[in-house]
């Protein structure tokens, strides 16, 4: 059970949090999703379509013995795969030239960014074509026509029907008929062709249906091209017809760039605001004073926001009405009570993790303490590795507590400032706190002082090491944790408090540091009950 985690409460709060805590992320990942739907759509050259209306089961100059034994649906098929054959797309794509096409063809319809795509895939296909004959540059351009035209086909049986459509796309409604129509018609005149192979193989090369059929394929040939033909002339003498010849609505088959973009738009807010709402129910940090009491089991005694750009860290009496001199000075008016009602006078304040500013809290609480409340308040620095308060409160000469500083004299190295409490600074070792401790007799100091002042602050803020922490919180009533906010996640935390108990340390509760409020007051004042 020690180590489930906390179930996160859903609320209306929380979602805004959520959203307001990650509005980089939001605001980022939907540029990124516009941007790229952006490039995307400068990607697609605007094609239309048409459309020739086949009946498949005409009637047969010959009968054969071909189609006898398949079904209407399969025959169906068949005739929808011929269309889509090779014998087929080559006769319609050197009719329409389509070999001779230049390369870069496309950049007549697209857009100035994909311009320069095609002038690089351009060359690309030029270097790789180089080297080769004029009989074979013109069978690859030919074959790469071929394949290019079956990309742009599609066939569909109209269902209950003998009719099948053949649809054409291309850069424009004109270019989409004359394809649709050249192709219909070399469908029939494969077809013919077809007939003639069975007719000449049961009547012989002389026979007048052959002659006919010949004459009708070369006319076919000669005629062939993508123009409006009479519907009789136009039908033909194939069996499968054309029924309805090239039509277009004139209107590009791909949806407008504007409604496009417009779509885009909506999915990357839905996306950009999903991104953020799963990262925030993923991120188990801790970020606020209810965290602390819902995943260390502790009183979060107050917090200190995060510092604006007119503020300093460390507070005096020039310091301006802020937010964070304000919550500075609610967390004294919190911490006097928890220290009276629990009667408390010594507090080790330490933390698990480093921040700049972990080295100012303890001075500004006693600043508060005792020049805005009337405490006597005594600081001692437990940083003996990197003590903080002999620098910021500017104090020279040898004092500070170290290995040789008995408990006699322990008085001599006092600093008394002019804001009404006193400082024991350090010196730096690289002495184990623990050590420190146990040769100055710090127990006996302690239990001396801690009678002359109204409260004893310890600051252990650098001490990053709860295990050295717990061995200072020893001399101490009480241990107050300086936690910063989205640094460590809850259960980590509070599966390491154990080790600041072994000593039996008494934990106050916490102090959530550079706390942020991502919701914005407007919000807070039209909106508050909804989201309280």
Do not use: W
Not at 168 to 187: K, Q
Not at 218 to 231: C, V
Not at 244 to 257: H, R, Y
Not at 279 to 297: E, V
């Amino acid at each position: 059970m020690e180590n489930q985690s906390i179930p996160m409460k859903i609320t209306v709060k929380s979602v805004l949090d959520i959203i307001f805590r990650n509005k980089r992320i939001i605001i980022l990942t939907f540029i990124l999703c516009m941007f790229v739907t952006f490039i995307i759509l400068q990607f697609m050259t605007p094609v239309y379509d048409s459309n020739v209306k086949m009946l498949i089961r005409g009637v047969s100059t010959v009968t054969s013995d071909l189609y006898d034994p398949i079904n209407t649906r399969s025959i169906q098929a068949t005739q929808v795969e011929i269309v889509r054959s090779e014998p087929v797309l080559r006769r319609a794509a050197l009719a329409l030239d389509l070999q001779n096409r230049p390369f870069d063809y496309e950049k007549n319809y697209c857009s100035s960014l994909k311009k320069y795509y095609i002038d690089y895939r351009v060359k690309k296909t030029e270097k790789e074509l180089t080297g080769l004959s004029p009989e074979e540059l013109a069978d690859v351009k030919l074959n790469a026509a071929i394949g290019d035209l079956k990309g742009r086909l599609t066939t569909k049986v109209i269902p209950g029907t003998d009719i099948f459509v053949i649809n054409v796309t291309a850069f424009t409604p004109e270019e989409a008929i004359e394809t649709a129509n050249v192709i219909s018609r070399s469908y029939t005149m494969f077809d013919q062709i077809q007939q003639l192979a069975e007719v000449r193989l049961r009547y012989g090369e002389f026979h007048p249906m052959v002659i006919q059929l010949q004459d009708n394929i070369r006319e076919a040939t000669i005629k062939l091209s993508g123009k409006a033909l009479p519907d009789m002339e136009a039908m033909g003498t194939a069996s499968v017809k054309i029924i309805e010849q090239a039509t277009s609505s004139g209107l590009a088959v791909t949806q407008p760039k504007k409604i496009l973009l417009a779509g885009a738009f909506f999915i990357s807010i839905a996306i950009s605001l999903g991104l953020a709402l799963v990262i925030g129910l993923f991120d188990r940090t801790i970020k606020t004073p209810q965290d602390i009491a819902d995943n260390l089991d502790i009183p979060c005694i107050g917090s200190i926001p995060e510092k604006q750009r007119n503020d300093k860290y460390l507070i005096t009496d020039e310091s301006p009405d802020t937010r964070y001199y304000n919550f500075y000075e609610e967390l004294c008016e919190q911490l006097v009570v928890f220290l009276s009602t629990q009667g408390i006078k010594t507090a080790v304040i330490t933390s698990p993790s480093y921040n700049k500013n972990h080295k100012f809290i303890v001075p500004n609480l006693g600043y508060f303490l005792s020049r805005i409340m009337g405490k006597k308040i005594l600081l001692i620095d437990a940083n003996f590795n990197n003590p903080t308060l002999k620098k910021i409160y500017s104090i020279s000469g040898d004092k500070g507590l170290d290995i040789n500083v008995s408990l006699d004299v322990v008085s001599e190295h006092m600093y008394k400032t002019d804001k009404g409490m006193d400082v024991l600074p350090a010196k730096t070792t690289t002495e184990k706190p623990s050590t420190v401790l146990e040769k100055i007799n710090f127990k006996n100091s302690i239990d001396r002082m801690k009678d002359e002042y109204d409260a004893v602050l310890i600051d252990a803020t650098s001490v990053n090491n709860l295990k050295d922490a717990s061995f200072i919180s020893e001399y101490s009533d009480g241990t107050i944790i300086i936690i910063d906010e989205g640094k460590l996640k809850g259960q980590m935390l509070k599966n390491s408090l154990p080790r600041l108990k072994r000593n039996d340390a008494v934990i106050i509760g916490g102090i959530l540091n550079n706390r942020t409020f991502p919701i914005p007051e407007v919000i807070y004042k039209y909106f508050k009950f909804l989201i309280d």
